[in-house]
Structures are given as structure tokens and as C-alpha cells.
């Protein structure tokens, strides 16, 4: 399983696509944290609300030095396939 993970980390790298390069207009919509992890670098672009803010005081105060670390998100649940988000009636 492990094997697996690398793999897929591998073929992430390959196709991988820096932001905020300026390449897409529409970068400058979108909500993002970029994190250069060689100087301690964080760039915030457009962080509004409360859940975005602790994602981004957990991700600044985490030490990014001793190893890496990944944001994801799930996948659909059976609850969303079936139109209860959040386990709603």
C-alpha cells in the first residue's frame, strides 16, 4: 500500500503545475495558500472565513521543516450520492 502511495506521488509531481504564475486569468478568483517550504515562504490569496482561517493557522504554525505534510479532500459519501449532505434528512 505503501508502494502505491509513492507511486501516485510520483505521477503527481510529473504533472504538477505551479499557481500563481500567471499562466491562467482566473487564478486571480481563486482561494489558495501556497507554501515554499525552502524559505519558510507562505503566500494567502483571497482567505476569507472561519474554516480557511484555522486551515491556514494550523498549516503557518505547523513545523514544515521536520517532513511533509498533505491537505486533501473526501471523496463523495454514500450521504452525498443519495442527496443528504451532512447526514440531512
Known amino acids: 500500500m505503501e508502494n502505491d502511495f509513492k507511486v501516485r ?10 499557481i500563481d504564475t500567471g499562466k491562467y486569468p482566473a ?10 517550504h525552502s524559505r519558510g515562504h507562505f503566500i494567502l490569496h483571497k482567505v ?10 494550523f ?14 479532500r473526501h ?6 450520492a443519495i442527496g443528504r449532505i451532512g447526514g440531512d434528512s
Open 48 to 57: 476569507t472565513g472561519y474554516l480557511p482561517h484555522k486551515m491556514v493557522h
Open 75 to 80: 471523496g463523495q459519501s454514500e450521504y452525498n
Open 27 to 36: 487564478e486571480a478568483r481563486w482561494t489558495y495558500l501556497k507554501c515554499d
Open 9 to 18: 506521488v510520483e505521477n503527481y509531481k510529473s504533472i504538477f503545475e505551479e
Open 59 to 72: 498549516v503557518v504554525n505547523h513545523n514544515t521543516s521536520a517532513h511533509e505534510f498533505y491537505l486533501s
